[in-house]
T-cell receptor, first 111, second 115 residues
Framework: EDQVTQSPEALRLQEGESSSLNCSYT??????LFWYRQDPGKGPEFLFT???AGEEKEKERLKATLTKKESFLHITAPKPEDSATYLC????????????FGPGTRLSVLP | DGGITQSPKYLFRKEGQNVTLSCEQN?????MYWYRQDPGQGLRLIYY???????QKGDIAEGYSVSREKKESFPLTVTSAQKNPTAFYLC??????????????FGDGTRLSIL
């Protein structure tokens, strides 16, 4: 069964304190791995797509990396406005267009 | 601006009542999805549609129904058969062309509660 887990469940950082979020997946044929940001009461906002092991994508203070079994979202010198829930999703090869989502990591960045 | 509009933002259901959640997109996307989000759980797929007049059940379709009469619209009805409807409902769409890396794009959700 295709599965996505994320850790930690929640993370509190001081402003400027860098850290990483983890997304581990078990899928039959990865078509793509997606990172989203979700603010309270809002829909997820797309951040990155990663396709193959070794790939990296960057956007401002965020960098996503991918291995054969997991992805990391690195947050460098975070600011309070980076506080949100970060969701990871995979598109398995045998599901066509359907995604499998992880439960998310709730990030709080304190000033 | 292109995007996905969900309405209403908040909805209350009485016992035995059916309620319909609206989802409209102007992104010209073929595929549309409905998800349910509960605290501490990942998004769970209710129904999806890859083309007008066609849709398939997702993982938790019981107690829900959909229609896809227009490309832009994919309404979700929460029927009285859904005994635990309180949740945050998210609609998404995705372009079918452009390769396998196309992300799903989301609306801002409808929060459904029981009266």
């Amino acid at each position: 069964e295709d599965q996505v887990t994320q850790s930690p469940e929640a993370l509190r950082l001081q402003e400027g304190e860098s850290s990483s979020l983890n997304c581990s997946y078990t899928v039959s044929g990865l078509r793509g791995l997606f990172w989203y940001r979700q603010d309270p009461g809002k829909g997820p906002e797309f951040l990155f797509t990663l396709y193959s092991a070794g790939e990296e994508k960057e956007k401002e203070r965020l960098k996503a990396t991918l291995t054969k079994k997991e992805s990391f979202l690195h947050i460098t010198a975070p600011k309070p406005e980076d506080s949100a829930t970060y969701l990871c999703a995979v598109s398995p090869g045998n599901y066509g267009q359907n995604f499998v989502f992880g439960p998310g990591t709730r990030l709080s960045v304190l000033p | 601006d292109g995007g996905i509009t969900q309405s209403p933002k908040y909805l209350f259901r009485k016992e035995g009542q059916n309620v319909t959640l609206s989802c409209e997109q102007n992104l010209n996307h073929d595929a549309m999805y409905w998800y349910r989000q509960d605290p501490g759980q990942g998004l769970r797929l209710i129904y999806y549609s890859q083309i007008v007049n066609d849709f398939q059940k997702g993982d938790i379709a019981e107690g829900y129904s959909v229609s896809r009469e227009k490309k832009e619209s994919f309404p979700l009805t929460v029927t009285s058969a859904q005994k635990n409807p309180t949740a945050f409902y998210l609609c998404a769409s995705r372009a079918r062309g452009g390769g396998i890396g196309q992300p799903q794009h989301f609306g801002d959700g409808t929060r459904l509660s029981i009266l």
